[in-house]
Nanobody, 121 residues
Framework: QVQMVESGGGLVQAGGSLRLSCAAS????????MGWYRQAPGKQRELVAG???????KYDDSVTGRFTISRDNDKNTVRLQMNSLKPEDTGVYYC???????????????WGQGTQVTVSS
């Protein structure tokens, strides 16, 4: 069994910063791609930032230059540093990991429970 546990988030004024963290735990054999997704009210969940096992990153155009994703392969964690936040960044943020668990030797996608980020104008 694999769990993705998020922390961080909260309420911040426009222009402020927040940092989200997510840790994968359980019977993990290997972690492949990790990422952060955002779901705004009434909208579909969308990719904000992703990072591969080799450290290659990608960002949605709306956050490029403001957000930074990083991972620690030894600790199976992924972080999202969010700077210069805007009201349109508001939403529930979910971390995602593509993981092979011990005993289930096929990569599966696991999601965190979500953490609310609210940016006030």
């Amino acid at each position: 069994q694999v769990q993705m546990v998020e922390s961080g988030g909260g309420l911040v004024q426009a222009g402020g910063s927040l940092r989200l963290s997510c840790a994968a735990s359980g019977s993990i054999f290997r972690v492949y791609d990790m990422g952060w997704y955002r779901q705004a009210p009434g909208k579909q969940r969308e990719l904000v930032a992703g990072v591969k096992g080799d450290g290659t990153t990608k960002y949605d155009d709306s956050v490029t230059g403001r957000f930074t994703i990083s991972r620690d392969n030894d600790k199976n964690t992924v972080r999202l540093q969010m700077n210069s936040l805007k009201p349109e960044d508001t939403g529930v943020y979910y971390c995602k990991g593509d993981i092979i668990s011990i005993g289930n030797w096929h990569p599966m996608t696991y999601w965190g429970q979500g953490t609310q980020v609210t940016v006030s104008s």
